[in-house]
């Protein structure tokens, strides 16, 4: 009888979805996932699977969210962590790489930099570009539609950064300039965006702080990296590490065990929160940087095309001469996607002396490692809200401070 009770109170737990949602989907070490359901050393995560809106709530924050709508018809999710008081020190934004959405920001538990900068008394903003899990929306066009795709990371940064940070600094009463952090694609844009309209950059935004700045891929050498590089930065990284460098995540963790950068039970948030959602276009254009090695510049359609769009047969280049917003850039010593040399020719070579606030390398990193090493709090975090906190205080480099 007790038996028969036994195994009818299981049937019921597994019908009302139960064990089957809360199934356990993070182990301390690799070899534990296979046996994940009765390793003792495997537990259930409620992060692997939550939305933006959950990750905040499982912590004790709340994510505002906000609409806005591109001048080419995108309508763009942008979140703010819902201040706790009406005083704020400063305004953040931060804007996510490729192939993940704003959850990436939040998906380090009370550790992710968003929850760091909220509690520090920051207004903390966070942009999603057109295409990803929280913007896939269009006032015509439908996600499914192949038109809809018909992007770059050109139209993420002429369409989408404006109007995010309009949005952000509308609803702050236009009171205080923005402080932007961007990594990967999020700086690629910024660079771009602060190029083409640098009226519109010096209007919004205080300073931008880079993570893995991409501008110029000249030294990417590999022949499957140039090919897979920019299919998406998770799988640059892993295809990276794989054949490159032969103590980091997350293929060779799997290979050759514990990795001090990388730990097993990040495995299923990295993954499950990074395929948020990135062009086609933008990939191939990616490419295209590496491929013409030294030119920073748009879209490259063919001779003929070019010439009707452009009026010239190459893609004109994106002049970062023209940036007139102060810049700080932190780079990884073992990113090959942002290679530590391009990172430095872009700092020195390109960039107008009077914007340049500083140039840090975070030395064992890679490109990933931003958001998933185990000691990104003491490395990248802490030296990002130092920053942050400096040029509001005023004492980081003087033309980068709050005035
Ligand atoms: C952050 O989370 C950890 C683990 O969940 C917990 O032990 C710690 O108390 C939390 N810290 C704060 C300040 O809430
Ligand atoms: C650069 O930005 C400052 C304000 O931050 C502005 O006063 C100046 O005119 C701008 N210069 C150019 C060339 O746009
Ligand atoms: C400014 O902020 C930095 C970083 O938090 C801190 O170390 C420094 O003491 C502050 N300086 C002033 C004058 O408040």
Redesign the pocket.
Same mark, same amino acid.
Do not use: E, V
């Given at each position: 009888m007790l038996k028969f009770l036994g195994f009818f109170v299981v049937i019921l737990l597994e019908c009302s979805g139960f064990s089957i949602n809360q199934r356990n989907n993070v182990c301390k070490k690799l070899e534990y996932y296979y046996i994940r359901d009765i390793s003792p050393d495997c537990w259930y995560d409620p992060d692997v699977t939550a939305t933006a809106y959950e990750l905040a709530k499982n912590? &004790?924050y709340k994510l505002d969210n906000y609409e806005t709508v591109t001048e080419d018809g995108y309508i763009l999710t942008v979140f703010r962590v819902s201040p706790k008081t009406k005083h704020c020190k400063g305004i953040v934004y931060l804007q996510h790489p490729a192939a993940s959405s704003a959850s990436i920001w939040l998906d380090l &538990?009370?550790?992710s930099l968003a929850f760091l900068l909220a509690?520090r008394g920051y207004d903390v903003w966070l942009g999603n570009f057109r295409g990803t899990t929280y913007s896939r929306k269009h006032t015509k066009l439908k996600p499914r539609e192949r038109k809809y795709w018909d992007f770059s990371f050109h139209e993420m940064a002429m369409y989408d950064l404006p109007a995010m940070l309009h949005l952000v600094s509308k609803k702050t009463d236009f009171r205080d300039k923005i402080i932007y952090v961007g990594h990967s694609v999020g700086t690629t844009t910024a660079f771009i965006y602060a190029s083409l309209l640098p009226a519109n950059a010096s209007a919004y935004v205080k300073t931008f702080i880079f993570w893995s700045p991409v501008t110029f891929p000249r030294h990417v050498k590999s022949i499957p990296l140039i090919i897979m590089a920019p299919f998406a930065d998770f799988i640059l990284v892993t295809i990276n590490v794989y054949l490159l460098n032969s103590h980091q995540f997350p293929i060779n963790t799997l290979i050759a065990g514990p990795d001090p950068h990388f730990s097993p039970a990040r495995l299923p948030i990295t993954i499950y929160q990074n395929f948020a959602g990135f062009s086609l276009k933008s990939t191939v254009h990616y490419l295209q940087l590496m491929r013409d090695k030294g030119r920073f510049q748009r879209f490259n359609y063919g001779k003929v095309k070019n010439k009707k769009l452009y009026g010239s047969v190459k893609p004109p280049f994106y002049p970062l001469k023209n940036i007139n917003v102060s810049m700080t850039l932190m780079y990884g010593g073992n990113d090959y996607c942002a290679v530590k040399k391009d990172v430095l020719y872009t700092y020195n070579n390109r960039l107008p002396k009077s914007v340049r606030c500083g140039i840090f390398e975070i030395a064992p990193y890679n490109h990933f490692d931003f958001h998933y090493a185990t000691d990104v709090k003491d490395l990248v975090y802490q030296k990002t809200i130092d920053i942050i906190d400096r040029v509001i205080n005023g004492t980081y480099v003087e033309m980068c401070v709050a005035d």
């Open positions: 912590h &004790g &538990g009370n550790q509690d």
